[in-house]
Structure formats: structure tokens, C-alpha cells
């Protein structure tokens, strides 16, 4: 390479034969590669994670401050934010010990119904569960059996995971979905840990980037650690993790079990009461800025219907107080729920702003628009808690990764789900459900039997799957 060419080449000659004379004709072609990309191209695995062992232990001090200040803004717990370290809160029982973690609410969720299944059919094993997020673990510690240990999960810094990992000594590790930390996976792989991952999902956008040649090599060396992975889909496949790993056991977020934990039952009660004689609609995990296309077809729907409720559940309980604080002011009558306002004849508004409630709230409304689907870049969000409760479903156009749930009900039934472009389809859908009852109840009836045919046994088919392949050989 010479001082015009800073990066590396790859020259290709092609050869054609021309005419009854056969000339030979060449082209070279120059394809310049980025520096990084050789670089990583040449590199095993082992040496990428290498790399990134050693960069989080660098960053350590600096994530260390980033969540003190997290800490300080309400984003950690106050007292349990030295779990994030690794540092436990409470003793491990003697015995063998199996760890599920789930980063947030909705995969905290799905990993119960599987727990209370452990539970029950091994009660010798100790149960661990750690999630990430605060709101989570608001919403979790109160679900989980009796006797299950709850922690927050350690960030992937090593001196975090070995600390959690040598304190802890699990014989399994369970991960919901997707995430795939490094330091933790090859902590436990060294350590000789079974690890299984199920419900495995991966976005189309981190799809693309594990893909790539400068996380691929990794991507697959983490894969190769597990005993089990129960995808959604075949992008684990063509990331190169083993076939003889690979089962499909189906959604567990089709799994509902429902108690009185689940929000406030007798306030509930009091709301289903006096939206008895109202025409109600539900609009749920609303993230910021689909309010603006929810209240504008509220607006529409309150031409034809007076007596309309719209219930508005943001996916944050801050952004609920900040909708009704702004509706308010612009002289909309708006009942809050974390103030346990009371609905009144001129109240067609009731945000809120609670976690942890939707399962129950879904009971309270025939529709259900699904948010997190209107707006571009966003992924959407779970429908089978709607259908479950036998509400006529509704979603926007950018579903993300539910699109292999939203696909599989309509494929039983084309009106399980109904997905429409916009604010427009959206006025014109639910004008057509409150002013036809045959229709709304034709749909309300498509989505709950949808929901019952897939959700079928999957509890079992995920036990079964994590006996054979990983505590088979954890516990043995």
C-alpha cells in the first residue's frame, strides 16, 4: 500500500472472450475496505470479546457514576441500587439454585407463568428472578410465588457479573428474550453454568447490526454457549447458532395468569361500574406523541357519541400526568387514575398513570387500539393481553417484532386483529364498531378465540424443553 492508498484492497480480475478472434478483455476492480472491517475480519471471537471484557472493565468507574446519577433521578432503586454491582441484598440458601432474568415488565411477566410451573413440579430447586428496570421490579416483586429470591440484575462490568456470579452460584441461567451481555453468557459458560434463552427475539435493526462483520463473530460465539434457545423466529439460524439447539416451543407472552395482585381490584370493581351505561375504548402503552393521534380521533369519535369514554394508558405513568395536565387545561374534563378520581357524567377522559393494572383495564373496554405501532421507529407492542380479556383488537402499521404474533392470529382469523395505516383507518375502524354491534362482536369473538387456540400448552412445551436440554444437565 502506498501513500494514495490509505486502506486496504481487494482486486478482482474478470476475463471476457470477445468475438472469432477470442481477445481477451480484463477488468480490475478496486474494492477499498474500511480498516475496522479487516481488522475484525482477521480477528477471532475470542479476541472481540477479549476487547470488550477489557473495555467495560476501563469504563467501570464511569458506569459506576452514571448510576449513582440514575439513582439520583429516580431511574434505581433507592436502597437496592448496589445490586446493579453485583452486591447482593439477601443470603443464598443452601442448594442448587436457578436464575431467570428478564430485562423489563413484559418479559418479567411471560417468565412467570414458567416459575409457578418450576415451582410447583421442583420444589427442592431455589429460585432467583432478576429484572433491569425499577418499574419492573415495582410491578414484579408483587406476582412472584412465595419463596422465589428477586434481585436486580448486574450490569455486564465484570467485576459486577463475577461478584453476582460467585456469590449466587446458579445452576442455570434462564434469559428471557434477547438480551445476550457478554460478560455475563461467557462467565457462565466458564464457569460451566447450562444456559437456555427463551422466547429469543431479535429487532430487524439488531438484526442488521449482529449481522454485521463487526459483531457477528461474537454474536455467534455467545449462541454457542447455550443449551436451549426457543426463538420466535429463524434469525438465530442464520446467526449461526446451533440447530441442535434450537425449539420452538411458541409465545409465552400468550400466557396470562391473572390474581389479585393485579392492580386494584375493588377500584377497579368501582370503574367497571360506572362505565356500565358509557361506550368505551381503550388506548394502551402509548408512547410519547401517539397521544396527539389518539385524543384526534377522540375528538372525532365525541361528534357521533357524547357519551363517549376514551381511556388513555400511557407507557410511562409521568407522561399520563403530563396528557391531563394538558387537557385540562384546554377545558377537558379528565379523571387521573393515581388520584382515584371518580368518572362523572361530563368526564370523557381517564388516563392512567399506574403500572402494572393493563391486564385488569382491558376487562373494563370492548376496544383495544394497541399503541406503540403509530408512530415510525417504534416496535409495537403485546395484543394478547387484549385479546385475552375479549377485547376487538386494534394495532398501528409499525408492530416491529409482534409482527409474528399479530400474523399468527390472523392467519385463524383475519379479524382476531385488525392493523390500520393511520389516524384516518383509525377513525373510520372504530366509528364502524360503535355504530355495528354484530361487528364489534364478531371481533371481539375472533381475537379471544385466536388467543385461546395459540396460547394451548406452551407452559408445558417450555418445561419441557428446559428439563431436556439444560437442567437435565445442570442438576445431574
Given at each position: ?242 440447530p441442535s439447539t434450537i ?42 406523541g401517539e397521544e396527539k ?46 388520584r382515584h378520581e371518580k ?134
Amino acid at each position: 500500500m502506498g501513500p494514495r492508498d490509505p486502506l486496504p484492497t481487494m482486486r478482482i480480475t474478470k476475463t471476457k472472450i470477445n468475438g472469432p478472434a477470442k481477445k481477451e478483455k480484463k477488468w480490475n476492480v478496486t474494492i477499498r475496505l474500511p480498516m475496522v472491517m479487516v481488522m475484525v475480519m482477521a480477528m477471532g471471537a475470542a479476541i472481540v470479546y477479549k476487547l470488550y471484557r477489557a473495555l467495560t472493565y476501563g469504563v467501570s468507574p464511569l458506569v459506576y457514576l452514571h448510576l449513582r446519577w440514575r439513582k439520583i433521578r429516580g431511574r434505581e432503586h433507592p436502597l437496592r441500587w448496589p445490586e446493579r454491582l453485583g452486591r447482593p441484598s439477601v443470603s443464598r440458601p443452601p442448594g442448587p439454585l436457578i436464575w431467570f432474568h428478564a430485562v423489563s415488565l413484559g418479559e418479567g411477566m411471560a417468565a412467570i407463568p414458567v416459575i409457578k410451573h418450576c415451582r410447583r413440579l421442583r420444589p427442592d430447586l431455589h429460585i432467583l428472578m432478576t429484572t433491569t428496570t425499577y418499574s419492573a421490579f415495582e410491578v414484579i416483586k408483587n406476582r412472584l410465588p412465595s419463596g422465589v429470591i428477586y434481585q436486580f440484575c448486574p450490569l455486564d462490568i465484570p467485576v459486577a457479573v463475577d461478584a453476582f456470579l460467585g456469590y449466587w452460584k446458579p445452576s442455570a441461567i434462564i434469559i428471557i428474550e434477547g438480551e445476550l451481555w457478554p460478560n455475563l453468557i461467557m462467565g457462565a459458560s466458564k464457569h460451566g453454568i447450562a444456559l437456555g434463552l427463551l422466547n429469543a427475539r431479535v429487532s430487524t435493526k439488531s438484526f442488521k447490526q449482529w449481522s454485521g462483520p463487526l459483531f457477528r463473530p461474537l454474536i455467534s460465539l455467545l449462541l454457542s454457549k447455550f443449551s436451549l434457545i426457543a426463538p420466535l423466529a429463524i434469525r438465530f439460524q442464520l446467526l449461526e447458532a446451533s440447530p441442535s439447539t434450537i425449539n420452538f416451543s411458541g409465545d409465552l407472552k400468550y400466557v396470562h395468569e391473572y390474581d389479585e395482585s393485579e392492580g386494584d381490584i375493588g377500584s377497579i370493581e368501582d370503574l367497571k361500574a360506572s362505565l356500565a351505561h358509557r361506550q368505551v375504548w381503550m388506548a394502551s402503552s402509548i408512547h410519547r406523541g401517539e397521544e396527539k393521534v389518539m385524543l384526534a380521533v377522540h375528538k372525532v369519535l365525541m361528534q357521533k357519541n357524547p357519551n363517549l369514554v376514551t381511556i388513555i394508558v400511557p407507557r410511562h405513568p409521568q407522561h399520563g400526568k403530563e396528557i391531563a395536565q394538558k387537557l385540562q387545561k384546554e377545558g377537558e374534563v379528565v379523571a387521573l387514575r393515581s388520584r382515584h378520581e371518580k368518572l362523572m357524567p361530563r368526564t370523557n377522559v381517564y388516563v392512567v398513570d399506574t403500572l402494572g393494572e393493563l391486564r385488569q383495564l382491558y376487562k373494563l373496554t370492548p376496544i383495544a387500539v394497541i399503541g406503540g405501532s403509530f408512530l415510525p421507529g417504534l416496535a409495537g407492542h403485546n395484543i394478547s393481553e387484549a385479546a385475552a380479556a375479549g377485547c376487538a383488537v386494534l394495532t398501528g402499521p409499525h408492530i416491529g417484532h409482534y409482527s409474528n404474533m399479530v400474523s399468527a392470529m390472523q392467519r385463524l382469523n383475519p379479524k382476531s386483529v385488525l392493523q390500520v395505516s393511520g389516524k384516518s383507518e383509525l377513525e373510520e375502524a372504530l366509528s364502524q364498531l360503535f355504530s355495528d354491534a354484530r361487528v364489534l362482536e364478531a371481533q371481539q369473538m375472533a381475537a379471544k378465540q385466536a388467543f385461546c387456540a395459540l396460547s394451548s400448552g406452551i407452559v408445558a412445551n417450555v418445561w419441557n424443553l428446559l428439563n431436556f436440554h439444560v437442567f437435565r444437565r445442570a442438576l445431574c
